[in-house]
């Protein structure tokens, strides 16, 4: 007996006192007419609200016949609370509605009263409620304070993912016109341009060209960012922000680094300029599958034999996870669908298809290909950001955890200064930046604060304990989120980069 | 869809403050919403408005972070063209700030 001791104590998660109705209020920016009627949605909700109670009613039930998982997640939910404080918007909000069983219960009361027979017989006696106008504009702004990261459904013994049931609540209220404008203004832009920011072919050209020279200037060696061509081996898909925003740009930079030094043929599509497809978070199957034909459209036209995915989280989610059969990038192209056997045929399974840029690199790490002065990001002490999609959507690599371990690996490959945040709020137990899931607006950004609180009280706790002065991550999404509210915590908005930023300062290209 | 009154006249925006006719726009305009960013325009503002602009008659859509700073950099000075002096400019972001003040469409998306 005496050698055993007890364990340390652990510091217990504080659980956040109540504010009921702390974030009640009209939610986001509505569409309007013109933004949801470009993308095939009704304009706006019918003036007699038993038209749209009805047609609420009728996509809810052709969803829970369509969607199998949507009705277990109704049923089989019983209030055991193992999900109340995972959500980073109920710990930063403390709106009681934000607890995700709360945010499931929105919609279980409409399911129960409409669906299931003691609902029906008793509605009071089993939670069960009336589809109201109130009820409805509840929906929009309770399932517009969730971010679709997933986090919940890791601590839920049943396995409820409250992220489906936000993207059902967001197609059934798309589908009576009570969409929300930043999504869907979007998803147009992407139809109709090509892209999230609406960046046409000739404004993306020379936004490259005068990167080709800025790189040219810093480093002294011809860099190419090629658009269009054909016959090259990989076709990159990148979220647009990589073209546009800080700092994101400096990732970009890192890919074509990487692709320069292995010497790997690659090019960028005017067509497909966007990795991105928020048709996952607003639930429509048939707007993801539009955005990601684009895709498949520009690899045929280009005959690339690989299609690598840069850092853009839930675009590897829906990547990783979809294009297979969305698409036929990958296995799993329907029989039929003759584009889809093509492109299947035109790839090289070789290689993973798609790979994310970090396998790429990865792979030329372990392959030594890449060499590195580490030295080169001594001023950096550096920790590492999960984002959601990739860590619970998705995978890298040919080992459980390759999305946790990849990044990570290179970024000590590249870096001497490596340090994890606390356990519990890294890899598949990661919290969202507070910005994800179509949330992203400016509308947003009292919630978009609140929501980033607990990454950054422990991003605090790491700078405190280790000096950590560079948070990386691998989603344009959680860059951009990260941008704007760290500076509110008091933290320096360039604390905030990519992995491929790291690698692109490090990277030896040859001499100067 | 809201309005707002300069110099005697009603111009259209979205619900975020942004003009929804580009062609509305005029340097009253553009100090009005100033204004309303709690910006007081001077000559360094107008510098980087005008270039947006001239960017965006040219390639319909605003220019990248980086492309702005290089231009600014060029004709003001290499210590200009870096975003911390845009950000000193336009402390909401130089991206949305100085598009809504030029009377551009919001960048959108991950940015």
Same mark, same amino acid.
Request: hydrophobic letters at 40%.
């Given at each position: 007996?005496?050698?055993?001791?007890?364990?340390?104590?652990?510091? =217990?998660?504080?659980?956040?006192?109540?504010?009921?109705?702390?974030?009640?209020?009209?939610?986001?920016?509505?569409?309007?007419?013109?933004?949801?009627?470009?993308?095939?949605?009704?304009?706006?909700?019918?003036?007699?609200?038993?038209?749209?109670?009805?047609?609420?009613?009728?996509?809810?039930?052709?969803?829970?016949?369509?969607?199998?998982?949507?009705?277990?997640?109704?049923?089989?939910?019983?209030?055991?609370?193992?999900? &109340?404080?995972?959500?980073? +918007?109920?710990?930063?909000?403390?709106?009681?509605?934000?607890?995700?069983?709360?945010?499931?219960?929105?919609?279980? &009361?409409?399911?129960?009263?409409?669906?299931?027979?003691?609902?029906?017989?008793?509605?009071?006696?089993?939670?069960?409620?009336?589809?109201?106008?109130?009820?409805?504009?509840?929906?929009?702004?309770?399932?517009?304070?969730?971010?679709?990261?997933?986090?919940?459904?890791?601590?839920?013994? +049943?396995?409820?993912? #409250?992220?489906?049931?936000?993207?059902?609540?967001?197609?059934?209220?798309?589908?009576?016109?009570?969409?929300?404008?930043?999504?869907?203004?979007? =998803? /147009?832009?992407?139809?109709?341009?090509?892209?999230?920011?609406?960046?046409?072919?000739?404004?993306?050209?020379?936004?490259?060209?005068?990167?080709?020279?800025?790189?040219?200037?810093?480093?002294?060696?011809?860099?190419?960012?090629?658009?269009?061509?054909?016959?090259?081996?990989?076709?990159?898909? #990148?979220?647009?922000?990589?073209?546009?925003?800080?700092?994101?740009?400096?990732?970009?930079?890192?890919?074509?680094?990487?692709?320069?030094?292995?010497?790997?043929?690659? #090019?960028?599509?005017?067509?497909?300029?966007?990795?991105?497809?928020?048709?996952?978070?607003?639930?429509?199957?048939?707007?993801?599958?539009?955005?990601?034909?684009? =895709?498949?459209?520009?690899?045929?036209?280009?005959?690339?034999?690989? =299609?690598?995915?840069?850092?853009?989280?839930?675009?590897?989610?829906?990547?990783?996870?979809?294009?297979?059969?969305?698409?036929?990038?990958?296995?799993?192209?329907?029989?039929?669908?003759?584009?889809?056997?093509?492109?299947?045929?035109?790839?090289?399974?070789?290689?993973?298809?798609?790979?994310?840029?970090?396998?790429?690199?990865?792979?030329?790490?372990?392959?030594?290909?890449?060499?590195?002065?580490?030295?080169?990001?001594?001023?950096?002490?550096?920790?590492?950001?999960?984002?959601?999609?990739?860590?619970?959507?998705?995978?890298?690599?040919?080992?459980?955890?390759?999305?946790?371990?990849?990044?990570?690996?290179?970024?000590?490959?590249?870096?001497?200064?490596?340090?994890?945040?606390?356990?519990?709020?890294?890899?598949?137990?990661?919290?969202?930046?507070? /910005?994800?899931?179509?949330?992203?607006?400016?509308?947003?950004?009292?919630?978009?604060?609140?929501?980033?609180?607990?990454?950054?009280?422990?991003?605090?706790?790491?700078?405190?304990?280790?000096?950590?002065?560079?948070?990386?991550?691998?989603?344009?999404?959680?860059?951009?989120?990260?941008?704007?509210?760290?500076?509110?915590?008091?933290?320096?908005?360039?604390?905030?980069?990519?992995?491929?930023?790291?690698?692109?300062?490090?990277?030896?290209?040859?001499?100067? | 869809?809201?309005?707002?009154? $300069?110099?005697?006249?009603?111009?259209?925006?979205?619900?975020?403050?942004?003009?929804?006719?580009?062609?509305?726009?005029?340097?009253?305009?553009?100090?009005?919403?100033?204004?309303?960013?709690?910006?007081?325009?001077?000559?360094?503002?107008?510098? $980087?408005?005008?270039?947006?602009?001239?960017?965006?008659?040219?390639?319909?859509?605003?220019?990248? $972070?980086?492309?702005?700073?290089?231009?600014?950099?060029?004709?003001?000075?290499?210590?200009?063209?870096?975003?911390?002096?845009?950000?000193?400019?336009?402390?909401?972001?130089?991206?949305?700030?100085?598009?809504?003040?030029?009377?551009?469409?919001?960048?959108?998306?991950? $940015?």
């Amino acid at each position: 007996m005496a050698d055993v001791a007890a364990p340390a104590y652990r510091i =217990i998660p504080i659980i956040p006192a109540l504010k009921p109705g702390a974030m009640e209020g009209k939610g986001p920016f509505v569409a309007n007419e013109k933004i949801n009627e470009a993308i095939g949605f009704p304009g706006k909700m019918a003036e007699n609200w038993q038209e749209t109670h009805d047609a609420v009613i009728a996509k809810m039930g052709e969803l829970l016949s369509k969607y199998r998982s949507l009705k277990v997640y109704m049923d089989a939910c019983v209030h055991c609370g193992a999900c &109340s404080d995972k959500c980073h +918007y109920f710990i930063g909000t403390q709106d009681p509605k934000n607890m995700p069983v709360a945010r499931q219960d929105l919609m279980r &009361s409409v399911y129960r009263r409409y669906f299931t027979l003691p609902g029906k017989l008793f509605p009071k006696l089993v939670g069960a409620r009336d589809l109201t106008r109130e009820v409805l504009d509840e929906w929009y702004n309770y399932f517009n304070q969730c971010s679709e990261c997933r986090r919940c459904s890791v601590f839920c013994p +049943y396995g409820i993912d #409250t992220a489906e049931v936000t993207m059902a609540a967001r197609e059934i209220l798309d589908s009576v016109g009570y969409g929300q404008k930043y999504s869907n203004e979007i =998803i /147009g832009k992407v139809h109709r341009i090509g892209n999230n920011l609406g960046l046409p072919g000739p404004a993306l050209q020379d936004t490259l060209e005068g990167l080709e020279e800025d790189v040219k200037d810093a480093t002294g060696i011809d860099i190419r960012f090629p658009m269009d061509v054909k016959g090259a081996e990989v076709l990159l898909i #990148t979220p647009s922000a990589d073209f546009f925003a800080e700092p994101h740009i400096d990732s970009l930079i890192g890919y074509a680094k990487v692709f320069h030094a292995t010497g790997t043929s690659w #090019t960028l599509s005017s067509m497909a300029s966007e990795a991105g497809n928020f048709g996952m978070f607003i639930g429509n199957y048939e707007q993801l599958r539009k955005i990601a034909l684009r =895709i498949r459209e520009a690899a045929l036209e280009l005959g690339v034999k690989r =299609i690598v995915v840069g850092e853009c989280g839930h675009a590897w989610r829906v990547a990783y996870s979809f294009w297979n059969t969305l698409t036929g990038v990958g296995d799993g192209a329907d029989a039929n669908d003759r584009f889809a056997q093509m492109l299947q045929k035109q790839l090289d399974h070789r290689y993973k298809q798609p790979t994310h840029i970090c396998e790429f690199t990865w792979d030329m790490i372990q392959d030594e290909r890449l060499s590195f002065d580490k030295s080169k990001n001594d001023k950096h002490i550096i920790t590492f950001h999960d984002s959601c999609n990739v860590a619970r959507g998705s995978r890298m690599g040919d080992f459980a955890g390759g999305q946790f371990e990849i990044p990570r690996n290179i970024i000590k490959a590249v870096a001497n200064n490596y340090v994890e945040m606390r356990d519990g709020t890294t890899r598949e137990q990661t919290f969202c930046c507070g /910005g994800g899931g179509g949330l992203l607006t400016d509308d947003l950004i009292d919630l978009r604060v609140k929501g980033a609180l607990p990454r950054m009280e422990v991003l605090q706790e790491t700078v405190d304990v280790h000096g950590v002065n560079f948070m990386a991550t691998i989603c344009a999404i959680c860059k951009a989120q990260f941008t704007k509210v760290m500076p509110i915590y008091g933290f320096d908005r360039r604390m905030v980069g990519g992995v491929h930023q790291l690698v692109s300062n490090a990277i030896i290209l040859g001499d100067k | 869809m809201a309005n707002i009154e $300069v110099g005697g006249n009603s111009y259209e925006t979205d619900e975020e403050g942004y003009l929804v006719n580009l062609s509305d726009w005029n340097s009253d305009i553009a100090n009005y919403i100033a204004g309303t960013e709690n910006i007081e325009m001077n000559d360094q503002h107008w510098e $980087v408005i005008n270039f947006l602009r001239e960017y965006f008659e040219e390639y319909q859509i605003a220019p990248a $972070v980086r492309v702005l700073t290089k231009a600014i950099g060029k004709k003001l000075g290499a210590d200009k063209g870096n975003s911390e002096y845009l950000y000193g400019l336009f402390p909401y972001g130089p991206g949305k700030q100085a598009c809504k003040i030029a009377g551009l469409p919001k960048p959108t998306g991950c $940015v």
